[in-house]
């Protein structure tokens, strides 16, 4: 079995920054790709950014690109998300999944991942 367990969501300002942690454990001998995902109430959990197995590839959704940034550290089995320049819109749970097997970064599809985390929320007000 493989548990992700994400932290560090908070209540910001808009324009303010936070990072985003997914700490992985149990059955992840091998390092595979990572994906930060959301959901925002009344909405449909949607794909956020991707990391590949040693980091060397990232993928991002055309809202995070410029904002956002995915990282990994695998001797400490962390994948962070650096949030930045937060608006409202950004108000979601963030969640972080992975697929066993997969090491790229191009999967962006809620159904092509296997586990996930229980999420953490981030909050922005304008």
């Known amino acids: 079995q493989v548990k992700l367990v994400e932290s560090g969501g908070k209540l910001v300002k808009s324009g303010e920054a936070q990072t985003l942690s997914c700490a992985a454990s149990?059955?992840?001998?091998?390092?595979?790709?990572v994906g930060w995902f959301r959901q925002a109430p009344g909405k449909e959990r949607e794909f956020v950014a991707a990391?590949?197995?040693?980091?060397?590839?990232?993928n991002y959704a055309e809202p995070a690109k410029g904002r956002f940034t995915i990282s990994r550290d695998n001797s400490k089995k962390m994948i962070s998300l650096q949030l930045g320049s937060l608006r409202p819109e950004d108000t979601a749970i963030y969640y972080c999944?992975?697929?066993?097997?997969?090491?790229?970064?191009?999967?962006?599809?809620?159904?092509?991942?296997?586990?996930w985390g229980q999420g953490t929320q981030v909050t922005v007000s304008s």
């Open positions: 999944a992975t697929k066993i097997g997969e090491t790229g970064s191009s999967l962006s599809k809620v159904w092509e991942y296997d586990y």
């Open positions: 149990g059955r992840i001998d091998l390092y595979y790709t």
């Open positions: 990391i590949s197995w040693n980091g060397g590839s990232t």
